[in-house]
């Protein structure tokens, strides 16, 4: 997870254009952990009837987060019976195993680090698995409580598209909004760690009790997620 000023973003995003290679996404729909596939889209479920089913905020978390460092605290955790969710913007986390998309001369923040492991040990890959990043435990909110820990499921909705993940990684105790470059890319928002992301707009929603195991297996994740949000439609 970063911490990042909009300052550093500007001015580093026009030297990442020249230099880094544009990748539409890294997402795999294949069963198999970790395999680059070309973009398509993930389920059936729309994302507009996913986000009329989330409206309104049942707030679970005590106070509220910031969407970037210095920015105004109005982001709650809110919570059904099954699952919580968050709208935020959404900063593009590339830590974890190096790759030529995720490292140290594209991202001057990276970490070869993610709070949670693959069983064999390795540490996650941002570029290659659909991820999103849950605030530290804190007095704002504890993500333990909810029944949500490493490989969980979630679903990230931005406008009209939406991709499975799974909780792959810790930030900051008071920002939230953050989601790995597989993430980004197969929702078709700019993957640049420097420079892309979303300002706004992007909704992640992390069921309780359900989990993938291995973590990076992205087809076991897609699978339950089209599961867990057609049951929250009222389809399953």
Known sequence: MRVQSLALAAAASAALLASAPVVLSTTSTTGRPGSPAEPVREGSVRAADLLA??????????????????????????????AV????????????RAGPLCNSRTDPLFSETTAFQQPDGRYLSAETLPYIVVPAPSGIWNYRDHGIGPGSVAAVIYRDRVQYAVVGDVGPQDIIGEASYATAAGLGVRPDPRGGGAPSGVTYLVFKNARVSPVQDHGAAA??????????????
Request: charge should be negative; glycine fraction near 14%; charged fraction near 40%.
């Open 53 to 82: 089913k989330l409206d309104g905020c049942t707030a679970v978390s005590r106070g509220r987060y910031r969407s970037d460092d210095g920015k105004r605290a109005d982001i709650p955790v809110c919570g059904t019976r099954d």
């Open 223 to 236: 699978a339950e997620g089209e599961r867990l949000t057609r049951k929250l439609l009222g389809d399953g």
């Open 85 to 96: 969710f968050w709208t935020a913007d959404m900063d593009i986390d590339c830590d974890g």
